[in-house]
């Protein structure tokens, strides 16, 4: 940055030498009196040792109309030329003091620049502000500057609103790509040329750290975005560990999480030349060291080639936050002191975050498996409660009818078929269960499309005809997109397993908000007296299903009286 101006005004010349107008003038005081006392006196002696009256009378008008007068102007014009002296001087001075106000206001005005460089947000705003100070800064009538990227902007002084042919211009390169033109009423001189290439580079500066700050705030989104959208752990690190290893071209990455007993391990680690690590691996010293000290760490050259074979240079940030360490992230590279000049606060937010990730993802592993027992326990319930007691009802059926076939074979013919039917029911019971488990990949085709899906083999593993209409439309977050897709696939097991419909319509419509509609022709119920029910599909009742929509901010509702089928509907905001 610049701390003085880019051309300060030449000295003013050197005083002229001799003796000051004030010494002057008291030597004046003092001598001359007494001297023309003297003259005087030595005169009218002279003048009177002549014989001759008439040469007294001419040797008096000589000396008293000629040397006197010659006396007095040469004394005054000596006064006089101490006097044009001081003049000049002030002049000097005047001149002086007005180019040194001219460079302070140049000075402050260069000053300001680069503190509304420093405080502009954004690139656009370090344009505006860069023309702006170009004005104020060299005194031009007209300012534009254009930068990398299609950028540019324009700023007018107090004369011409616009370049005219009137106006000499200037136009300066910016160090980087761009340039700056300035417009001048009068031709610019060398040190206002001198003072726009300062500013040129001062402008390079100020757009290279918005630039920088873009880059930040950028790959702090893609790291935000990371930690909210993935679940998976590896997918995790390796998007996380890779914006920081781009910050600093940085060759080699890797993630070492602490496990349940508190012990560092091998979680995710790209080596030089891009080759993955198996997990598992106990920390190095060097990944201790960073987790014991809590701060991001140099490696020397030893350690680093430890962490990672090859390696020069390693670079490590712990992953802490309010519950404790999480685990280190380590970069390397084999460059030497390839991180000497790294930005340590940007990874060490990246690393802060990369530890709310590790969190978020363990929770949702954590509940995915809850998840999975809760669900093991409910299939065996029902299978236990329901499909299990069916057989054992249908094997008893079998045995009396081995008794009674010899004895009773109508009556034995009768169970049989009942036997039958009851098998059927079952293995269509058995088929529903398995579809509603079915895994259903929302993030691979999307909700339009995994509805499509779902309602048509719905209808053909049911043999029920069913149709799906959409409208409008549709924008949900991830997670509103997974509640409405449950919302449907809990429906329409409902209506498999209690409505005995014919015919299932499915509506989904986007507009302020979401609608989605599932409306059958069955038998239909009073939603007062089951609201508690939970369904074969997934453990939902309709009490629960409604908690689930309200928590998203939607709305759920179910109409329906026996005799008259039913409708569903749930509504969600729009993303």
Known sequence: MMDTPAALPSPPPPAPRGVPLSDRVQ???NVLPPLIVLVVAVVEFTIAQLPNPRAEIWAHLLFYGLVGPAVTFFSVEWIAEGTRARERAERELRDTYARLSASHERLRAVQELMRDLTDAPDMGAVVEVAARGAVQATGAAH?????????????????PAAPTPELYPLRVG??????????????????????AQALAAEVATGVEAARQRTLDLMTLYSVDQSIRAERNMRRLLA??????????????RAAYLSDQDGVLRLEYAEQMGGESSSGGALAPPFVARVAQAGTPLVASAAEASEVFPGAASALGFPMRDEEGLVGVLVLG???????EEARLPLLALLASQAALGVRNARAYLYSEELAISDERARIAREIHDGVAQSLAFCALKLDVVARQLHTDPEKSEEEVRAATAL???????????IFA???????????????????????????????LNVTGDIHLAPGDEAVVFRILQESLNNVAKHARAREVTVTLHGGAHVTLRVQDDGAGFDPEQISGRVSSAGGLGLMQMRERVESRGGNYRVLSSPGHGTVVEAEMPQA
């Open 27 to 29: 030597l004046v005081r």
């Open 174 to 195: 910016i160090p980087g790509g761009g340039a700056l033109a300035l417009h001048f009423p009068t031709p610019p001189s060398p040190e206002t040329e001198a003072l």
């Open 333 to 339: 590279d084999a460059r030497p002191g390839a991180f």
């Open 239 to 252: 998007r996380v560990t890779r914006n920081m290893a781009e910050r600093v071209r940085a060759g080699a």
């Open 423 to 433: 098998l059927r029911e079952q293995i269509r019971e058995v088929r529903r269960s």
């Open 143 to 159: 300012a534009t500057l254009t930068v990398p990227g299609g950028l540019s902007s324009s700023a007018t002084g107090e004369v």
């Open 437 to 467: 488990l079915r895994p259903i990949d929302l993030e691979r085709y999307g909700l339009l499309e995994t509805v499509r899906r779902y309602v048509e083999d719905f209808g053909q593993q049911n043999n029920l005809r069913t149709t």
